[in-house]
């Protein structure tokens, strides 16, 4: 069973930046596709962004612009640079792997890191 780590979350202020990052036990193989999730109290969690091994990312529209995810290889560690953050970015992120085998597609999810802007 993969595991995955998060680090990087605390509190910052509105235009404040923070850099999630995590990493997966698994360094193997690359794992298809990482990203980020994220669920703020009294709502459904919600995709934010994610990378292909290859290294292609897509974004959520509320975070373009203002949010990077980079990827370190094989090494399946994914960062996620926060620029601009808006309290509404207030949330518990939790990092996802996906893997794509022969019997199908397996979810990896991390224990989550809690993210709060506020002055």
């Known amino acids: 069973q993969v595991q995955l780590v998060e680090s990087g979350g605390g509190l910052v202020q509105p235009g404040g930046s923070l850099r999630l990052s995590c990493a997966a036990s698994?360094?193997?193989?690359?794992?298809?596709?990482m990203g980020w999730y994220r669920q703020a109290p009294g709502k459904q969690r919600e995709f934010v962004a994610r990378?292909?091994?290859?290294?292609?990312?897509d974004y959520a529209d509320s975070v373009k612009g203002r949010f990077t995810i980079s990827r370190d290889g094989i090494k399946n560690t994914v960062h996620l640079q926060m620029n601009s953050l808006k309290p509404e970015d207030t949330a518990v992120y939790y990092c996802?792997?996906?893997?794509?085998?022969?019997?199908?597609?397996?979810?990896?999810w991390g224990q989550g890191t809690q993210v709060t802007v506020s002055s």
């Open positions: 698994e360094t193997s193989f690359s794992i298809n596709y």
């Open positions: 990378i292909t091994s290859g290294g292609s990312a």
């Open positions: 996802n792997g996906l893997q794509y085998g022969l019997a199908g597609s397996t979810d990896y």
